[in-house]
């Protein structure tokens, strides 16, 4: 069952050119705009790619001042809610400082490539360059490691479905994409 899915994910999702530049900016961020926040580890964010569907792609761009970011496949976004909220910088710090657990050689990369699957492709930013994790979302069929690290984040999506939930009511931003129910 989970081939067929993923048969509807094997062409290119495709995405904006306004999408592909908020994405490179997050993925090319110099750990320089960070130093005041990394104390002991090398980690200054992590960008997750996640397929929502065969069309749309979203971006989760975390870094370890606590700023979190969703940037979507069709050029709209949900940004600023860390200067509103502290529950999203409490849990994109949390995460970011644990995504320091999942880096080693054999995940480093050059190529920073947006998956074509159910996968969630992982970034861990690092001084040294950059990491992927490769994410199965499949319950059920992950390791012990991938739960945890999918929790971490998924806590940093409640806080911003939170937030943005919080801004419509307050009137702020009204035009913010939603972040789709799971």
Partial sequence: ?????????????????????????????????????MKTSTVYGVVIDMPMSPSIITTLACYVNGAANLYFSNGGDYSGAAQRYPGVVQATRVFVTNAAHYVTDENKVNTLELPNSRMHYAYILTTKGPHRLVLNTIPGHQTPEERAFLSLYQRVMGELRSAQMKDQAAGIDPKAAIIPNP
């Fill in 1 to 37: 069952m989970a081939s067929n899915n993923n048969q509807t994910f094997q062409k290119r999702i495709p995405v904006s050119k306004p999408y592909l530049v908020t994405r490179n900016q997050a993925l090319r961020l110099s750990p320089s705009n960070f130093t005041q926040f």
